[in-house]
């Protein structure tokens, strides 16, 4: 019995961002597609009538049209004595050759006896008649993920498997294109493959787009503030809010108070680089110019998050009263947004 088998994906393409996982349902179709001959094979018997007394040193076939892959057989049919067959009761050899196919062939019968010389004899293997006996009648179709699908038999006729299968999710490390390889397979009794189909699914995973922009340090910015020869490249991008609004929140409006924040001046405009609030507000700033004028504020997102949590509820009056641990946070942020707009940590620094 001849077998089929098709697997078909819901969804061949797929694209799905890092982190994302999407539901591809696959359907596999198993069926027979009838009856295939093969395993030809000619069985037969060489005999002779009873010659008492006479022995038999061999007995064989041959096996035409010449040139035949099997060749002659020796037979072995047993005898009283060593290598002889006992001719006194009639003898009967069986014999078995494995053809390729169906084309009629003529079989030659040879006793030789140790006195009387041979006696041949002639049969025609005609498969017109052959008797036939059918294999694979029923099948077992497995598929990579779910195992096991069940057991399919000719008399039901074609039958079809739909599973659904989660793919992904992927890390932004796996970024490009994947693969997702899987089989399904119709396999007999005996575990051989009758048949097989693939159904991969081809995954986008997205990249995250690459840093844009550039960053520029606050220096740059306090000298760009309209004050001196340069142009103002500040005035454009206000207002920028240090904070999150209400509170102790600082609104930067003008280019003015701007310089003041960049030089470490602080929300109460008194010089003071030791204080740490006055270093946040400065390289807050800085950031936030950075962004308005076109980098990625991703890299640091998260800082910007904080500190503008913790200047909502406090300004440069606040510093000496902060805990150590305070300190240190407001500390560790403004060095993180120094790093940002000096070009070390996410998007190059401009060449200016």
Avoid at 78 to 85: E, R, S, W
Avoid at 213 to 230: E, M, R, S, V
Wanted: include cysteine; aromatic fraction near 8%.
């Amino acid at each position: 019995m001849a077998w089929n088998i098709s697997k078909v994906a819901s969804q061949p393409t797929l694209t799905l961002a890092p982190g994302q996982t999407a539901t591809e349902n696959y359907t596999v179709t198993v069926g027979t597609t009838g009856l295939t001959d093969s395993s030809w094979a000619i069985d037969g018997t060489v005999s002779s009538d009873a010659e008492p007394g006479l022995f038999a040193n061999e007995v064989d076939t041959l096996l035409t049209p010449p040139g035949f892959a099997g060749g002659s057989q020796t037979l072995s049919c047993g005898g009283i004595f060593p290598g002889l067959f006992d001719l006194s009761s009639p003898l009967s050899c069986p014999y078995h050759y494995d053809v390729p196919d169906a084309t009629t062939r003529a079989v030659d019968g040879t006793v030789y006896t140790t006195t009387a010389g041979g006696n041949s004899g002639h049969a025609t293997a005609d498969f017109s008649s052959a008797s036939v006996t059918p294999v694979d009648k029923c099948v077992t179709v497995t598929d990579s993920y779910p195992g096991m699908l069940g057991t399919v038999c000719a008399a039901d006729g074609s039958h079809t498997y739909t599973y659904p299968w989660t793919i992904g999710p992927y890390t932004a490390s796996q970024c490009g294109q994947a693969q997702v390889d899987n089989s399904a397979i119709v396999t007999n009794s005996n575990n051989d493959v009758l048949g097989q189909d693939d159904g991969p699914v081809i995954v986008t995973v997205q990249c995250p787009p690459p840093p844009s922009g550039c960053a520029l340090t606050i220096g740059y910015w306090k000298n760009h503030a309209g004050f001196g020869p340069q142009a103002d490249a500040v005035t454009p991008l206000l207002p920028i809010l240090l904070g999150n609004g209400g509170g102790k929140s600082l609104n930067v409006t003008t280019a003015a108070l701007a310089v003041q924040l960049l030089s470490f001046n602080g929300s109460n405009n008194v010089s003071a680089s030791s204080n740490g609030i006055n270093k946040l507000y400065g390289q807050l700033l800085g950031a936030k110019l950075d962004i308005k004028s076109g980098a990625s504020g991703a890299p640091v997102a998260s800082i910007i998050a904080a500190a503008d949590a913790f200047l909502t509820t406090h300004n440069s009056t606040d510093w000496a009263g902060l805990s150590k641990a305070d300190k240190a946070s407001v500390l560790a942020w403004a060095d993180g947004l120094d790093n940002y707009n000096n070009g070390l940590a996410g998007v190059p620094h401009c060449n200016s």
